[in-house]
């Protein structure tokens, strides 16, 4: 039970035995409803048997191939798969096994297209604060969590610069969908470059909507101005899509839905329904190709994991994606996505409330942190719904809903109705 306090530890702590559909299971048989597909990655629901058809027929036929130098045809079909979900022209697919790895990955790509350029000496990357880029050195380097990087600052990489998150309450609280104020955030990107020179800077990397740290939801014409930006400087622009991707928003990428394509993308939990492991990289085919030319100069991005394109993974993934498809997921997505808000908006004015922020399948209720216990309104916020029968999340004062797409209207009403409801006996 990673990323969980010790001192957690001294309570029972709370155990999932099974799960289907809208649903797990507890090992006493207790049913809870899934506010947050997983951790924002069961997309298409529990235990979807398409997708535990596919892996047991390839666990059966080709367990595993070597990844390197060798392969098997499911990684061509299952990248085309995935192509054909994202932006046109992101078109390049590299596999890994989870999202931190498709963050470090994306980074490294973004390296090795300035080299194979002759520009090598563009090595700066630029995160954001609050930014979640999962757990490897680049990820806790380029993001912007200060618990999961102190333990390490020594050691992160040396040339990264930080953007100003965009959350700003006391202008923006309880915007539906897309806050209006903090375009101008982007703004200090402008002198982040002019402070450390174009030339020397290789990427910019965020979250088109930060979910791990509240649910932030990117102010109107900020990714715009970004998108403007980076591409002015020659600098390229990495959108870590590893919660947005494969239907939150109601589209098959934020970056669809927000109408701005960058260069590099970051994937996964959705990408398999988390039934297996899996992640990947979405390349626009100017990146890959400028890679690729550089081979006649000896350049190469070696780079690959022994689990590239696992076989089970190839599987999972092509199901997942069928289904999405099939049952037009994304647009159901989309469709529910107003009676979301509505329902998220109806804890506007309950106990503790000071911020309701959502769009597509994803919402942030913030609470007024107890001034001698930060994070503790939250915390007991989840505790009660999971002890209640319903699972949300929660990150500092924060509490986060993000079902599968596949959750009915009642569904919705239940979990917020839910918060609500424990809300008022919350001190
Ligand atoms: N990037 C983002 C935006 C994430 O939300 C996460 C996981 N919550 C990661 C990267 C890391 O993914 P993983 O835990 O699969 O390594």
Redesign the pocket.
């Known amino acids: 039970m990673p990323f969980t306090a010790n001192r957690q530890f001294k309570e029972q702590p709370r155990l999932l035995a099974k799960a289907k559909g809208m649903h797990y299971t507890t090992p006493d048989g207790k049913q809870v409803l899934d506010g947050t597909a997983g951790?924002w990655c069961v997309n298409a629901g529990h235990g979807r048997q398409e997708i535990v058809d596919a892996i047991s027929r390839q666990a059966a036929e080709l367990d595993y191939a070597p990844s390197f130098q060798l392969g098997h045809s499911d990684s061509f079909t299952a990248a085309t798969a995935v192509a054909r979900m994202m932006p046109a022209g992101m078109d390049r697919i590299f596999f890994t096994n989870?999202?931190?790895e498709s963050?470090d990955t994306a980074l490294k790509i973004a390296l090795a297209y300035h080299r194979a350029r002759g520009e090598g000496q563009r090595t700066r990357l630029i995160g954001r604060e609050r930014g979640?880029?999962?757990?490897g050195f680049g990820?806790i380097s380029v993001g912007g969590i200060s618990t999961n990087r102190k333990t390490f600052s020594g050691a992160l990489l040396p040339a990264v610069d930080h953007l100003p998150h965009t959350h700003d309450v006391s202008r923006n609280a309880h915007s539906r969908g897309q806050p209006v104020h903090g375009e101008n955030f982007a703004d200090d990107l402008e002198r982040i470059i002019a402070l450390h020179d174009a030339s020397t800077i290789a990427a910019v990397i965020v979250?088109p909507l930060a979910?791990?740290t509240g649910v932030l939801v990117p102010p109107k014409g900020y990714l715009e101005k970004l998108r403007a930006i980076t591409e002015k400087h020659g600098i390229l622009l990495i959108f870590?899509e590893?919660?947005t991707a494969f239907g939150r928003l109601g589209a098959a990428t934020a970056s669809e839905y927000f109408g701005i394509t960058p260069d590099i993308m970051?994937l996964?939990k959705g990408i398999s329904n988390a039934s297996v492991p899996a992640?990947a990289v979405a390349v626009r085919r100017n990146v890959h190709d400028s890679i690729l030319a550089a081979s006649e100069n000896g350049i190469e991005f070696f780079h690959g994991y022994t689990y590239s394109a696992h076989p089970l993974a190839t599987a999972a993934i092509m199901a997942t994606l069928d289904i999405y498809e099939r049952d037009q997921l994304f647009q159901r997505a989309r469709n529910l996505s107003p009676a979301f808000e509505d329902a998220a908006h109806q804890l506007a004015d309950a106990r503790h409330v000071i911020d309701v922020r959502n769009l597509g399948l994803v919402a942030g209720i913030e609470l007024a942190p107890r001034p001698d216990a930060p994070g503790a309104r939250a915390a007991e916020v989840f505790r009660k719904c999971f002890d209640q029968g319903v699972m949300v999340r929660y990150t500092g004062d924060i509490i986060a809903v993000s079902p599968p797409l596949i959750i009915e209207e009642a569904q919705i009403s239940e979990i917020f109705k839910k918060i609500g409801d424990v809300l008022k006996t919350v001190e």
């Open positions: 951790l989870s999202g931190s963050v979640y880029h999962g757990v990820g979250e979910g791990s870590d590893v919660i970051a996964a992640g």
